[in-house]
């Protein structure tokens, strides 16, 4: 997939005033301080399209952004550890779940993970909810860059042996760093690919 254009959309906490068209959306959503952010820019190939920030917890609401005028792609909040007040965290959480339950055009969440750290229970937990919630989604691996090669490989590998304590199978993953570009293509084609086919159903 070519990105011809990503441009800020709109910011709420409401799922209800979320853009009513049906243009198919893709959520990016992971622990705070995972490189959300940074992933998306890289993506979408703009270096400031989501705002980046090495105090956890800035993506604070619900970022709609429209690229190549035919599809939405989603920030959403950090879960865990982010430096917000508990009520401010509860509205958080609130809103994550509405919009997972009640958001119709949604068709797959991207749940990001940093490949660096042994699996955590925010994380695990996390994707507990969104099976129990029938939410399909696919896992994005981050900062790969930060690792050697058999670290990485032994990191993967204890994730998705953690996984299948609980899971059947290991949901679709991607291997990405936002600084070298790993996995951009990957996972724009796979995007491009559920467009195809839902556009033709």
Not at 23 to 40: A, D, M, P, Q, T
Request: glycine share 4%; with cysteine.
């Amino acid at each position: 997939m070519r990105i011809k254009s990503a441009e800020f959309l709109v910011s709420n906490s409401d799922v209800g005033k979320c853009p009513k068209n049906n243009f198919l959306e893709y959520s990016f959503i992971g622990r705070s301080n995972v490189g959300k952010s940074s992933l998306i820019n890289m993506l979408m190939q703009r270096k400031n399209l989501a705002k980046t920030s090495g105090r956890p917890g800035k993506t604070q609401l619900i970022n709609h952004f429209i690229i190549n005028k035919s599809w939405y792609l989603v920030d959403l909040p950090g879960y865990g550890y982010a430096r917000v007040s508990k009520s401010a965290k509860k509205v958080f959480q609130k809103f994550i779940t509405d919009y997972f339950r009640k958001r119709e055009q949604l068709v797959l969440a991207f749940i990001l993970i940093d490949c660096r750290h042994e699996p955590q229970p925010v994380d695990i937990e996390f994707m507990k909810w969104m099976g129990e919630h029938y939410a399909p989604f696919a896992i994005i691996f981050t900062k790969a860059d930060k690792l050697r090669p058999n670290a990485l490989e032994r990191n993967i590998e204890s994730y998705k042996n953690k996984m299948l304590e609980t899971w059947e199978e290991i949901p679709e993953y991607f291997i990405t760093s936002a600084s070298n570009n790993m996995g951009r293509k990957e996972l724009l084609a796979y995007i491009e690919s559920i467009n195809i086919k839902l556009k033709d159903n």
